[in-house]
């Protein structure tokens, strides 16, 4: 128990943990390809860390008219526009 409690010591995760999981998304999502998991301390981080290594100054996200607002306030101070989109039940609706 004290090992999963030490920082830097498994650079990849707590190694059952990350084991548990792997097992876990093969057997319920059946992804069509190999991949890795990234484990983070929750879904706002999770999307920080995404919209910081995907988007650069001057970029342009679509995202829906009423969205996530951690989105909003990651990327407004990265430079990035954000593009609303009115959308349905259905999913976007063309302009």
């Given at each position: ?72 306030s990651t ?21």
């Amino acid at each position: 128990a004290i090992a999963c409690q030490q920082y830097s010591t498994y650079l990849k995760g707590y190694g059952p943990l990350m084991d548990w999981v792997t097992e876990h998304v093969m057997d319920i999502h059946a992804p069509p390809s190999p991949h890795e998991q990234l484990l983070t301390t929750g879904s706002t981080y999770g999307t920080d860390m995404v919209m910081r290594v995907c988007l650069s100054r001057g970029d342009v996200m679509m995202a829906e008219e009423f969205t996530y607002s951690t989105a909003i306030s990651t990327v407004i101070p990265m430079g990035v526009q954000i593009l609303p989109m009115t959308s349905d039940a259905e999913g976007i609706l063309p302009a």
